[in-house]
């Protein structure tokens, strides 16, 4: 099953550690989204990248926070100096790119800070 | 029935009935809308798409119904099964954005 990918599934950090996200899209798909859910709320967009490119980070807290697609390799989300407020699932989402294209996502990454 | 507040819409219904989820659409410039249904622990799962030219599309057992007058987005599942069980959402793409705007979500759960 070519999916998107997240890892890990679970991750724990204490607060002011960094957590790191990884998204590796679906086989085809070089555009590559990420999006913060919190219980019981719909998705938020965060970042939209395409390789080696940030194309929209509007939904990105300025600090802490910065998202990476190299050439190689997959996408990583960066949270610096971490908080309670920023455990949350991060879901990835990879499409074509193409209007009328889904985005499909993986199974996310729950973040829980201690 | 129906509970707004703090907590997700809730949707029951009996299995094989056919169950209906509303969402309404905040931007008239959105294009392009998908159904996904989430399921516990899991990411969304796309269901079904239309795109803003049309007004109905169907699937293997739904349907989804698009009134851009009122910004209204429906998905219908026909014979409602114990695995159609989760929270469904309606997202929107803003023409140009590349970027999808989720709705509340409803949660749907299917009586025996």
């Known amino acids: 099953n070519a999916g998107v990918m997240q890892n890990p599934r679970h991750l724990v950090r204490r607060r002011g550690q960094e957590a790191r996200l990884r998204c590796s899209p679906m086989k085809g798909h070089s555009h590559v989204y990420w999006y913060r859910q919190l219980p019981e709320e719909g998705l938020k967009f965060m970042v939209y990248l395409q390789k080696e490119n940030i194309i929209d980070e509007s939904g990105m807290p300025k600090e802490r926070f910065s998202a990476e697609f190299p050439k190689e390799g997959p996408s990583i989300l960066r949270i610096q100096q971490v908080v309670r407020g920023d455990s949350a699932a991060y879901f990835c989402a990879s499409s074509r790119g193409q209007v009328g294209q889904p985005q499909h996502f993986g199974d996310g990454t729950r973040l829980s800070i201690l | 029935g129906e509970s707004v507040g703090l907590h997700l819409p809730t949707l029951s219904v009996q299995e094989g009935d056919n169950s209906i989820i509303n969402c309404a659409y905040s931007?008239?410039?959105?294009?392009?809308f998908i159904w996904y249904k989430q399921e516990s622990g899991k990411g969304p799962q796309f269901i079904i798409d239309i795109r803003s030219n049309m007004d109905k599309r169907q699937g293997q057992r739904v349907t989804v119904l698009l009134n851009k007058t009122v910004k209204h987005l429906s998905l219908q599942i026909a014979a409602t099964q114990p695995g159609d069980s989760a929270v469904y959402f309606c997202a929107e793409n803003i023409k140009g954005a590349q970027k999808l705007v989720f709705g509340q979500g409803t949660r749907l759960t299917i009586n025996p």
């Open positions: 931007n008239s410039a959105s294009d392009y």
